[in-house]
């Protein structure tokens, strides 16, 4: 099993920034995916940006070159670094970790920006 904790979720105003951050315990393999998605209120469930172990990224259009992820050298830790902020980025985020066929889940934090 794979525990996930996020944190630094709040409000922003339109153009800030905020950083995100995703602590993963538990039985953490050396090849993993981990992945930010976000959901905004009556809409599905997307993804927003994704790092492997490898240090290979990609990104959802929506977000390209406004967000940055990363992962720390114990490759346990994702951040999401979201710069210029828009009001369509208002959603609650969630970390994902893909390990093998199986996905683990955060419990997600809220993302409001608004002025």
């Known amino acids: 099993q794979v525990q996930l904790v996020e944190s630094g979720g709040g409000l922003a105003q339109p153009g800030g920034s905020l950083t995100l951050s995703c602590a993963a315990s538990g039985s953490i393999l050396s090849t993993n995916i981990m992945r930010w998605y976000r959901q905004a209120p009556g809409k599905e469930r997307e993804l927003v940006a994704g790092i492997s172990t490898g240090g290979s990224t990609n990104y959802a259009d929506s977000v390209k070159g406004r967000f940055i992820i990363s992962r720390d050298n114990a490759k346990t830790t994702v951040y999401l670094q979201m710069n210029s902020l828009k009001p369509e980025d208002t959603a609650v985020y969630y970390c994902?970790?893909?390990?093998?066929?199986?996905?683990?889940w955060g419990q997600g934090t809220q993302v409001t920006v608004s002025s």
């Open positions: 994902n970790v893909l390990q093998g066929i199986v996905n683990y």
